[in-house]
């Protein structure tokens, strides 16, 4: 791999772990292996106190760490504000006041910001998998005589921090260069420089590339063309990656703030981030912020709650591709 | 393709040339430019131009109405001499250092005793996560408020449970780093403890057993086997997070917006501020590209330093 920047290695633990779907059946699931301490470790009474003692701090730390906030900022939602500014840690018993949710949702415009967030995630997904599946397809499969010349002009990218084209992606928002158009305060100014991820073509590329090309070879012998073949033998082996890929285009796209900010610069399309940012500077009384921060806390945390499981295993596999 | 030593050359050639474009389109030539339309349109508008026109625009004088005036390195002393400048970037290297010492190790700690644990594992790590998927805004507005100065202040008031503070935290310009640092560590360890622990759990369990026989504690086990089995991707989370850090805006923008007293002004802010407040886009692609040249070297030398220390 190049020498600046990340490099792109897939650990072999993880290779096991994203493979295409061949008709293999799943394997059974190992049973945890040992780590530093052994099972003989684990019947000394000094390991066992003390790790006793370590796993009770770790879960009272985490669990105020973790989800102390969050039920803070629960609590404080239906709180007045006079209660949360003046005593804070007093309002778990103070009345509630459920109308800070409904003034949040609609008098802050919490409700249709979310609304947004789900347009902008969702139309950055549809640009992420379909620009770097046809990139990862052509620089895998396909791969005209060109595609070296391709793939090293896209991995380049992948060696220049952000912060480099931040202004100049601004400008070109501002006014595309020979379309003539301005896409500042249309969703497409979000969803079309999300598509430019290198990192997305790249891990593509690698799971395309293990695909075993014996399959492609049987259906191109059957007369399926390039583009069938891409569509009913390619994409479908791929679910789980391009589940992943999914995955981490919605949790980018549902944490960005600088560049929805910069680009939907109208109220009515910011995304939540940008919104509930905002809120300080307006007249919402302090209890309704609170509100609209829990409504924006409480989906994400909800959704991934729910499908922790699959959330964890397509983050850390991520994290393989990543380091 | 078969060299053919025919005398009238013209027609061949032509001949040449109508069947080259039919082989072309037949293996598959169309296919492969229709495939590469959306990727370098994509790309071109989006990553490759920017780039460009960012390395131009850092060397021209702009106003979006007129002609760029070619201005040469003009943008760069502007920059460079900039009175804000040395202490923005000491910040942003103060920042890099208080997430490397303290923020740094915490996602290594709960990877390996979530690890060692037999039961319950994944409940700790659906804890250690949860702040992850807190958005960025919502989370420091929160914190914005716990990080209230006065002694009624939530973090204030727990620390008086134990007899400490009240501490200024946002306010005084020794703790407002190290508060974006704490603040930072709970939003980012839980994500980054689960790409530890996917790494921990491919090192062999016959490295421990091997260590056990040859009479290794627990901890110098954790300590020469786990750590050192975690160092290429230590490297790399560890290159990773200084970027990151070097490029740090969201934080220091909601929080506290460069203060007090530009205590938290960044890079990123000061780039910020030149296009987005001054309008000087000159002066903000000039200090991108010094940054993003100061992170390509920084990734380099990390490169080679990091490899002189690996085994092979």
Not at chain 1, 126 to 131: D, G
Not at chain 1, 203 to 228: H, N, Q, T, Y
Not at chain 1, 272 to 284: F, H, I, K
Not at chain 2, 62 to 87: C, E, H, K, M, S
Request: with cysteine.
């Amino acid at each position: 791999m190049s020498a600046a920047g990340p490099s792109i290695v897939i650990a072999p633990a993880e290779l096991s772990a994203i493979e295409p779907v061949v008709g293999r059946r799943r394997r059974p699931r190992e049973a945890k292996e040992r780590g530093a301490i052994s099972a003989a470790d684990r019947k000394r009474p000094i390991v066992m106190v003390s790790m006793w003692i370590i796993q009770v701090a770790m879960f009272v730390g985490l669990l105020v760490a973790g989800l102390g906030p969050i039920a803070w900022s629960a609590r404080a939602s239906v709180s007045s504000s006079q209660d949360i500014i003046s005593d804070p840690m007093g309002i778990w018993t103070a009345p509630p006041r459920w109308g800070n949710i409904e003034q949040a949702w609609n008098g802050a415009l919490i409700g249709s910001s979310l609304g947004n967030t789900v347009i902008v995630a969702l139309g950055s997904t549809v640009t992420t998998l379909f620009v770097s599946a046809t990139a990862a397809y052509l620089l895998s499969v396909l791969r005209p005589r060109w595609s070296a010349l391709l793939s090293g002009a896209i991995l380049a990218t992948l060696f220049l921090p952000g912060v480099i084209s931040l202004v100049p992606l601004y400008l070109t928002i501002l006014h595309m260069p020979v379309l003539n158009v301005s896409l500042l305060n249309t969703f497409w100014g979000v969803w079309l420089p999300a598509g430019a991820s290198a990192f997305n073509v790249i891990v593509l590329k690698r799971f395309f590339d293990s695909i075993p090309r014996e399959l492609i070879e049987a259906a191109r012998i059957d007369g399926a063309s390039a583009m069938r073949v891409f569509t009913t033998v390619v994409i479908p082996l791929s679910r789980p990656i391009l589940g992943v890929v999914t995955l981490l285009t919605i949790i980018a796209s549902w944490k960005d703030y600088l560049w929805p900010m910069l680009v939907l610069a109208a109220p009515s399309l910011q995304p939540v981030s940008v919104t509930l940012a905002n809120l300080p500077n307006g007249s919402m009384p302090f209890a309704v912020q609170m509100a609209a921060v829990f409504l924006t806390i409480i989906i994400p945390v909800a959704l991934f709650v729910v499908f922790q499981r699959q959330f964890l295993r397509g983050v850390s596999s991520a994290g393989g591709l990543k380091g | 393709m078969s060299r053919t030593i025919d005398l009238d050359v013209a027609p061949v050639r032509a001949r040449r040339r109508r069947r080259s474009i039919v082989d072309w389109y037949r293996s598959g030539g169309l296919t492969a430019v229709l495939f590469a339309v959306p990727v370098v349109l994509i790309f071109l508008y989006f990553s490759w131009g920017p780039v460009v026109r960012g390395v131009l625009m850092s060397v021209e004088k702009t106003n979006l109405i007129g002609p760029a005036l070619w201005v040469g390195l003009n943008n760069f002393t502007y920059v460079l001499t900039d009175p804000g400048l040395p202490q923005a970037a000491l910040n942003t290297a103060y920042y890099a250092l208080l997430g490397l010492v303290f923020g740094f190790p915490v996602p290594i700690l709960i990877a390996v005793f979530v690890n060692e644990l037999r039961r319950y594992g994944w409940m700790y790590n659906l804890l250690a996560y949860l702040p992850a998927v807190v958005p960025p805004v919502a989370g420091i507005l929160l914190w914005k408020f716990f990080y209230d100065p006065s002694s009624g202040g939530i973090f204030n008031g727990i620390l008086g449970w134990f007899g400490l503070g009240p501490l200024p935290w946002l306010n005084s310009e020794a703790m407002a780093m190290p508060s974006l640092v704490l603040y930072t560590t709970w939003a980012g360890a839980g994500a980054t403890a689960i790409i530890y622990l996917a790494a921990i759990g491919g090192i062999s369990p016959e490295l421990y057993e091997a260590a056990e026989i040859d009479g290794a504690g627990i901890w110098s086990r954790l300590w020469h086997v786990t750590i050192p089995q975690l160092r290429n991707v230590i490297f790399i989370m560890m290159l990773l997070q200084l970027i990151g850090t070097f490029q740090l805006f969201t934080e220091p923008f909601l929080f506290t917006g460069g203060g007090p007293n530009n205590a938290t002004q960044t890079i990123m802010l000061k780039i910020y501020n030149y296009a987005f407040v001054n309008g000087d886009y000159g002066a903000a692609t000039a200090l991108s590209v010094l940054l993003a040249l100061f992170l390509c070297v920084l990734s380099v030398v990390y490169h080679f330093i990091t490899k002189r220390w690996s085994p092979s």
